[in-house]
């Protein structure tokens, strides 16, 4: 039996590069040529940009100049480099806003892409994935991997590439206009920068992962403990509910106190290192302007190159940052997408033909776990059109069996076949289509009442909702309420009673109309009159399909066509309900004991 590794945060499956790597294709797709259109104008409004932000100082540099001329000079050549000084700002400033307004579908698009495979991709896991994994912590990856997405793409392309351009490029003025020393400081001060910045935030990823993990812990409790509402209210619980989540909420805190902590260590560590440099440089250009070297221009130009790269540098701290926190919070959805299918179809598999309806287990083996096997040699057949219920104790393999046809899991041994086709050979999605299910909770969408009976098929009709509904015996309840079939039914159904949540989901599987049902424990949670009214729906559902129930209550099973009895993952006893009873083996047991629970009831 296949296993797959549980995702945490110090798991992570690649590199930086590699993440990065994974996301590229999203921003330079083959085929689709108007998306790589928009990322090489984008680049060449952030190249533009970038020259034209060079520039600016020497124009900043020949005003102040002026100034310092004659005044006849300065009233005219000085407001003419202004003017032009303020016009080269406002070109930065409008060929970044274009480049923004260029590249904004790109991202959206990739986003939306990344978001909808990663959506996709967790439909597909198996059933044995997500019952393991909480829904709280599986959506708090996605959503902090999507927006790490989202950080990288506007960061990485439109801050960290642009400043190191910009840095190359003033390195070079300098060293061309003035001294090649000038070069050499704010080369050695800018790799210095980035040595401490990497080295420190490397530090706090590790913080950072650890206030992750305490992060979605704290979330899954919250999220397990109000989808338990009703069960904390009936033990008198909320203080203890509010301890767990205090507790949990704790752990959050010290982590975030220390990430908060070494957060203001690297933001000094940044500014001493950055004032350093610009004092070293300034003090340069100040012994030029006292020697005549320079003029009082040259100095207010190296001023506004170093606050050019400084005031970006200041931002790099952060912004390195938090694409390094992005980039653990990628990894983590990135694992997620890696996480293998447990079920998947095999290469070339064709759509389930149900000519007749027909259901057979062969000699059917199976277990959650390996030294664990609940089903050992099961055999069942099941005519076509015909009612089949499945009995026995808890354990004994019932809801197995319906979770083997509908192939949430492979059989370890064996075979599960539909009109001969083993299930394994056939597409999961023509399988699915061919079964209808009617759970034991039926759980709904938070939306209207047709909303969730439509679920049952894509593009339903109204009539053909209604005439399911009254298949089911809802209708008349439907059309009672003020909103009819626009009543918002609550998180999980929640503001409807059990009957007619089951009666909602009977009618969603009538809509459906799979030539194949299966009744698991469709009525074990309701109380006695409401499950004899829920019968009659689910005999008319019945009507004309293979039908497999699986039943507890053995008397909502005794017309069945044939009854078969599972114990310890073996089929002890099969037929019809007086044969069995006359047999006097396990399902006269079964039957006499709760023939007697519900007399001394």
């Known amino acids: 039996m296949s296993r797959h590794r549980t995702i945490t945060t110090t798991d992570m499956p690649e590199n930086s590069w590699g993440i990065i790597r994974r996301v590229w294709p999203y921003l330079w797709p083959e085929g689709e040529g108007w998306v790589k259109r928009r990322v090489v104008i984008a680049m060449a409004f952030l190249f533009l940009a970038r020259v034209v932000e060079i520039y600016t100082p020497i124009l900043y540099k020949k005003a102040v100049d002026a100034l310092d001329g004659d005044v006849p000079a300065m009233a005219l050549g000085a407001i003419g480099l202004t003017v032009a000084y303020g016009m080269a700002r406002f070109m930065t400033v409008a060929m970044n806003q274009g480049r923004d307004a260029v590249f904004a579908k790109v991202g959206q698009r990739a986003l939306r892409k990344l978001a909808l495979e990663t959506f996709r991709h967790i439909h597909r896991l198996s059933m044995r994935y997500h019952i393991s994994r909480k829904t709280g912590g599986l959506s708090r990856i996605v959503e902090r991997g999507v927006k790490g997405v989202d950080f990288l793409l506007r960061f990485m392309l439109f801050s960290i590439g642009p400043l190191f351009l910009s840095l190359i490029l003033t390195s070079v003025v300098l060293a061309y206009l003035f001294d090649i020393w000038y070069m050499i400081v704010v080369v050695v001060t800018i790799a210095i920068y980035v040595w401490f910045t990497f080295a420190v935030t490397e530090w706090r990823v590790k913080l950072r992962r650890e206030m992750n993990r305490q992060d979605t812990d704290a979330n899954q409790k919250a999220i397990d403990s109000l989808l338990n509402f009703e069960t904390v209210k009936y033990f008198g619980a909320e203080a203890r509910e509010a301890k767990r989540y205090d507790t949990s909420m ?127 040699g099961v055999s069942v057949h099941v005519p076509a059109g015909q009612n089949i219920a499945l009995v026995g104790p808890s354990g004994s393999g019932k809801s197995t069996i319906g979770r083997l046809l509908f192939r949430f899991y492979d059989v370890q041994d064996g075979a599960v076949l539909i009109d001969g086709q083993d299930v394994r050979d056939v597409t999961q999605t023509s399988l699915h289509a061919s079964i209808g299910v009617v759970p034991q909770d039926t759980v709904l969408f938070n939306d209207t009442i047709r909303y969730n009976i439509a679920y049952g098929r894509d593009g339903a009709s109204q009539a053909e909702i209604e005439e399911a509904a009254r298949s089911a015996q809802i209708h008349d309840f439907i059309q009672s309420l003020p909103e009819g079939y626009d009543t918002m039914v609550g998180e999980r159904g929640l503001k409807l009673s059990g009957g007619e949540k089951q009666r909602v989901g009977i009618a969603r599987t009538l809509l459906k109309n799979p030539p194949i049902l299966l009744l698991d424990e469709a009525t074990s949670a309701l109380d006695t009159d409401t499950e004899a009214s829920i019968q009659d729906a689910l005999a008319r559902a019945g009507e004309g399909r293979t039908v497999i129930t699986i039943a507890h209550r053995l008397s909502t099973i005794a017309d069945a066509d044939r009854i078969v009895v599972l114990q310890d993952g073996h089929v002890v006893e099969e037929g019809t309900h007086e044969a069995l009873l006359a047999a006097k083996g396990r399902y006269h047991h079964l039957w006499t004991r709760q023939q007697a629970e519900e007399d001394a009831a």
């Open 250 to 376: 704790a752990n959050y805190e010290a982590a975030a106190v220390k990430t908060g902590t070494s957060l203001a260590f690297l933001n000094a560590g940044q500014s001493f290192i950055i004032t350093t440099g610009l004092v070293i440089v300034m003090a340069m250009a100040a012994m030029g302007v006292e020697n005549g070297t320079l003029t009082v221009g040259d100095f207010v130009m190296v001023n506004a190159y170093m606050i050019q790269i400084t005031m970006p540098l200041n931002f790099l701290g952060s912004v390195y940052r938090e694409i390094r926190q992005s980039l653990v919070d990628m990894g983590e959805m990135f694992n997620l997408l890696d996480q293998p299918a447990e079920i998947s179809d095999k290469p070339g598999a064709k759509a389930l033909e149900v000519r007749k309806g027909e259901v057979e287990l062969r000699n059917v083996a199976f277990g959650y776990e390996a030294e664990r096997p609940i089903l050992k």
